[in-house]
């Protein structure tokens, strides 16, 4: 139970990003445009930690995605469908800035396919 208590608060430390947030967590896409390339990549990082984005019901809900060289995610994430276009405008603005140019990405594995599992999603 001490063990469950303590990651939910973890969870709920990691939304508090600092940033004007529209309802999915991520960075206003306002703020986004005055944002760097290491607030971006903490952005992205705060994102993916947050638990919200990983909830679900049934595996339907759940995609497994990739944010961008240079970031968290790279390689693949689960996330629930609602929160894609959130990531999506992070990796766009950071595609936009050239933050990765010159960077080298991993090779990645073929990404698995998400399921739910117990409310949670997760790669296959």
Same mark, same amino acid.
């Given at each position: 139970m001490r063990t469950l208590l303590g990651?939910?608060?973890?969870a709920?430390?990691?939304?508090?990003?600092?940033?004007?947030?529209t309802g999915d967590g991520a960075a206003d896409p306002g703020d986004l445009k005055s944002m760097s390339c290491n607030d971006l990549r903490k952005q992205v990082q705060t994102y993916l930690a947050d638990f919200t984005h990983q909830k679900c019901g =049934?595996?339907?809900e759940c995609t497994n995605t990739t944010s961008a060289c240079g970031l968290q995610g790279v390689c693949g994430v689960a996330l629930n469908n609602?929160?894609?276009?959130?990531?999506?405008?992070l990796t766009?603005?950071?595609? =936009?800035l050239g933050c990765a140019d010159g960077e080298a990405c991993?090779?990645?594995?073929p990404s698995p396919l998400a399921t739910?599992?117990?409310?949670v999603c997760v790669p296959q």
């Open positions: 990651l939910l608060l973890f709920g430390a990691c939304t508090q990003s600092g940033l004007p947030t =049934t595996s339907s609602s929160s894609l276009d959130g990531l999506r405008a766009k603005q950071w595609s =936009t991993p090779a990645c594995a739910c599992q117990m409310g």
